[in-house]
Protein backbone atom coordinates (compact mmCIF):
# COMPACT_ATOMS: atom_id res chain seq x y z
CA UNK A 1 0.00 0.00 0.00
CA UNK A 2 1.51 3.26 -0.95
CA UNK A 3 1.55 6.04 1.50
CA UNK A 4 2.60 9.51 1.21
CA UNK A 5 2.77 11.17 4.70
CA UNK A 6 3.42 15.34 5.28
CA UNK A 7 3.86 16.60 8.62
CA UNK A 8 5.86 20.14 9.41
CA UNK A 9 2.99 21.85 8.75
CA UNK A 10 1.81 24.97 11.65
CA UNK A 11 1.26 28.03 12.54
CA UNK A 12 4.29 30.23 11.59
CA UNK A 13 4.30 34.10 11.92
CA UNK A 14 5.40 36.75 8.55
CA UNK A 15 8.89 36.36 7.54
CA UNK A 16 9.02 33.15 9.71
CA UNK A 17 10.07 29.57 8.62
CA UNK A 18 8.87 26.10 8.42
CA UNK A 19 10.49 22.93 7.11
CA UNK A 20 7.54 20.19 5.40
CA UNK A 21 8.29 16.54 5.12
CA UNK A 22 7.07 14.18 3.37
CA UNK A 23 7.87 10.63 4.30
CA UNK A 24 6.80 7.52 1.46
CA UNK A 25 6.24 3.77 1.40
CA UNK A 26 4.75 1.27 -0.72
CA UNK A 27 7.27 2.74 -3.62
CA UNK A 28 10.58 2.64 -4.92
CA UNK A 29 10.79 5.58 -3.89
CA UNK A 30 14.07 6.13 -6.24
CA UNK A 31 12.11 6.10 -8.98
CA UNK A 32 10.04 8.65 -8.49
CA UNK A 33 10.06 12.32 -8.91
CA UNK A 34 8.51 13.91 -6.19
CA UNK A 35 6.13 17.22 -5.93
CA UNK A 36 4.86 19.75 -3.72
CA UNK A 37 1.96 21.33 -4.23
CA UNK A 38 -0.40 23.62 -2.19
CA UNK A 39 -4.42 24.71 -1.82
CA UNK A 40 -5.30 28.02 -0.34
CA UNK A 41 -8.62 28.03 0.51
CA UNK A 42 -11.21 28.67 -2.51
CA UNK A 43 -8.44 28.31 -4.56
CA UNK A 44 -7.34 25.81 -7.17
CA UNK A 45 -4.15 23.38 -6.09
CA UNK A 46 -1.44 24.89 -7.46
CA UNK A 47 2.28 23.94 -8.28
CA UNK A 48 5.22 24.66 -5.95
CA UNK A 49 7.74 23.14 -6.75
CA UNK A 50 9.68 19.25 -7.98
CA UNK A 51 12.58 17.70 -7.54
CA UNK A 52 13.54 14.87 -10.33
CA UNK A 53 15.14 11.51 -9.85
CA UNK A 54 18.63 13.07 -10.69
CA UNK A 55 18.15 15.91 -7.86
CA UNK A 56 17.12 18.45 -10.57
CA UNK A 57 14.88 21.18 -8.96
CA UNK A 58 11.99 23.20 -10.39
CA UNK A 59 10.03 26.16 -8.35
CA UNK A 60 7.07 28.21 -9.24
CA UNK A 61 8.37 31.66 -10.26
CA UNK A 62 6.49 33.12 -6.87
CA UNK A 63 8.56 30.42 -4.47
CA UNK A 64 11.62 31.27 -6.00
CA UNK A 65 14.54 31.81 -4.31
CA UNK A 66 12.67 31.54 -0.64
CA UNK A 67 11.41 27.80 -1.41
CA UNK A 68 13.44 24.85 -1.16
CA UNK A 69 13.01 21.45 -2.19
CA UNK A 70 15.13 18.09 -1.48
CA UNK A 71 15.16 14.70 -1.27
CA UNK A 72 17.15 12.08 0.86
CA UNK A 73 16.46 9.00 -0.95
CA UNK A 74 17.62 6.71 2.29
CA UNK A 75 14.86 8.52 4.39
CA UNK A 76 12.44 7.82 1.46
CA UNK A 77 11.28 11.31 2.28
CA UNK A 78 11.21 14.85 0.80
CA UNK A 79 11.59 18.10 2.10
CA UNK A 80 10.19 21.67 1.28
CA UNK A 81 12.14 24.28 3.07
CA UNK A 82 9.64 27.42 3.35
CA UNK A 83 11.63 30.55 4.36
CA UNK A 84 10.53 34.69 4.64
CA UNK A 85 6.52 32.96 4.60
CA UNK A 86 3.66 35.61 3.43
CA UNK A 87 0.41 35.37 4.47
CA UNK A 88 -0.63 34.46 1.30
CA UNK A 89 1.75 31.31 1.86
CA UNK A 90 -1.33 29.81 3.75
CA UNK A 91 -2.28 26.48 2.48
CA UNK A 92 -2.34 23.22 2.59
CA UNK A 93 0.75 21.97 1.12
CA UNK A 94 0.76 18.46 -0.21
CA UNK A 95 3.14 16.19 -1.81
CA UNK A 96 3.09 14.15 -5.12
CA UNK A 97 4.85 11.29 -6.36
CA UNK A 98 4.74 10.63 -10.05
CA UNK A 99 6.92 7.95 -12.26
CA UNK A 100 5.44 6.39 -15.48
CA UNK A 101 1.62 6.26 -15.01
CA UNK A 102 1.73 6.38 -11.40
CA UNK A 103 0.79 9.22 -9.65
CA UNK A 104 0.20 9.45 -6.05
CA UNK A 105 -1.18 11.58 -3.23
CA UNK A 106 -0.56 12.71 0.26
CA UNK A 107 -3.54 13.84 2.58
CA UNK A 108 -1.68 17.39 2.81
CA UNK A 109 -0.05 19.11 5.97
CA UNK A 110 -1.89 22.69 6.66
CA UNK A 111 0.38 26.09 6.84
CA UNK A 112 -0.42 29.34 8.41
CA UNK A 113 1.22 32.39 8.11
CA UNK A 114 -0.25 35.07 10.47
CA UNK A 115 0.99 37.02 13.23
Known amino acids: QVQLVESGGGLVQPGGSLRLSCAAS????????MYWYRQAPGNEREYVAG???????NYADSMQGRFTISRDNARNTVYLEMNSLKSEDTAVYYC?????????WGQGTRVTVSS
Open 51 to 57: INIGGGR
Open 26 to 33: GINFRNYA
Open 96 to 104: NARWLSNAY
